[in-house]
């Protein structure tokens, strides 16, 4: 067989080599902090890490032993699509312990991560050129995942009179504007850290059901909530799409394992598409899961923490120079206004993190709109990170 000469340099410069006009969707901003963050690390500079939602805290001791066991005595290999049978029979078991509700297993998905679990949720329900309502703001990749699968994301403004949350009426006149495929809610909220009251969120799903509206809820900061208990939205509807993760709660950011609760006529279809996206979810991160749920107690000691770091920054950065922010109800979020400082809230985080070493996500990762006014501070870190921190963001706005 006759080998091809080399292609000539007119015909290499034929070869297309630019990116797909799907993967134009902006950078997940809190990504760069980290990585210039990292840049002053490696130079030696001590830096206090607020700019992304991981805990500094490991994973359960009982998902580390489970893992651990698993390398030694079992073989790895692939699981079913739809997630180890017992991990799937845990997760439901999980909603009863603690919401009270009968869950079927068949009706859980395990996932790559809540990431996977948007994915999954997003080509399962809607088509290229669907509208889907998220609030302003928000978590960024549910506009740029949507935006990358041909969807389109429809902001919905949220203010201090609606306590931050979309109401019933700015749903319905969203979707008088252009009907909508679906509907997008968190509680916690990333970044704000506010959350819906049981009423509000029960309304919300009437409101969306009504409209022929398909309802999303993110729940993956559930077990992190400190102003009154979460309500998940699979007790109030068969007909919503809950995600959820191990990420938060659990500690388990690098595990990359998470969950959907799906009503029962998309659970094929998610299994279809993780079949053929991804097989399924690593098997070790499964086994560590379900052995999660037996670290409950120990998990509780590290949401004490937040509290704890909760209470250091709503006493300290008023004091420090910092007085308004939104509520601080769950996750472990503090959204805070610096429009007395800045109207570009991505210099000023640069030069907070340049001269302080306080590394801070500027708000417009979260809102392309407002965000300018505003600074996300992750208190996931320890007790002392937040103390020193409230030391150096005071020194800096005395500075100017």
Not at 158 to 183: C, E
Request: glycine share 8%.
């Amino acid at each position: 067989m006759s080998l091809s000469l080399p292609l000539t340099p007119d015909a290499v410069a034929a070869v297309p080599t630019n990116a797909s006009r799907r993967s134009e969707i902006a950078p997940f901003i809190v990504m760069d902090v980290m990585e210039r963050a990292a840049r002053i690390e490696a130079t030696g500079g001590h830096v206090i890490h607020m700019e992304v939602g991981q805990p500094a805290a490991s994973a359960p001791h009982a998902a580390r032993e489970a893992a651990r066991r698993a390398l030694e005595h079992g073989r790895i290999g692939y699981t079913a699509a739809l997630g180890i049978p017992s991990l799937r029979a845990r997760i439901a078991r999980h909603y009863r312990e603690t919401y009270d509700l009968d869950l079927d297993p068949s009706r859980v998905v395990v996932t790559t991560g809540s990431s996977a679990g948007f994915v999954l949720a997003f080509l399962s329900m809607f088509e290229p050129g669907d509208r889907v309502a998220i609030a302003n703001p928000g978590y960024p990749p549910y506009r740029h995942i949507l935006t990358a699968l041909g969807c389109e994301p429809v902001l919905i403004e949220t203010d201090a009179a609606s306590r931050w949350v979309i109401t019933p009426q700015a749903l319905a006149d969203a979707h008088a504007q252009g009907p909508l495929k679906g509907v997008l809610v968190a509680s916690p909220a990333n970044p704000t850290g506010t959350m819906m009251r049981p009423e509000a969120l029960a309304e919300l799903i009437a409101t969306a059901e009504g409209l022929g509206i398909r309802f999303i809820s993110d729940e993956i900061y559930h077990g992190l909530d400190y102003a009154f208990p979460a309500t998940t939205a699979a007790a109030l509807s068969p007909n919503v799409t809950v995600i959820h993760s191990f990420s938060k709660y659990f500690c388990m950011t690098g595990w990359r394992v998470g969950w959907m609760v799906l009503p029962s006529p998309l659970v094929r279809a998610a299994e279809r598409l993780q079949q053929n996206l991804t097989i399924s979810v690593p098997t070790l991160s499964q086994i560590a899961a379900e052995a999660a749920f037996d670290g409950a107690a120990e998990m509780e000691e590290v949401k004490h923490g937040y509290e704890e770091n909760r209470r250091i920054l709503t006493a300290g950065l008023p004091a420090a120079g910092l007085p308004e922010f939104l509520p601080v109800d769950g996750a472990f979020y503090l959204y805070a206004d610096v429009s007395r400082f800045t109207d570009d809230s991505a210099a000023f985080a640069r030069r907070l993190l340049d001269e302080a070493h306080v590394a801070a996500t500027p708000g417009v990762d979260f809102d392309p709109h407002r965000g300018h006014h505003y600074l996300r501070l992750s208190y996931a870190g320890s007790a002392m990170d937040m103390r020193e921190a409230v030391a150096r963001i005071g020194d800096f706005l005395r500075r100017g």
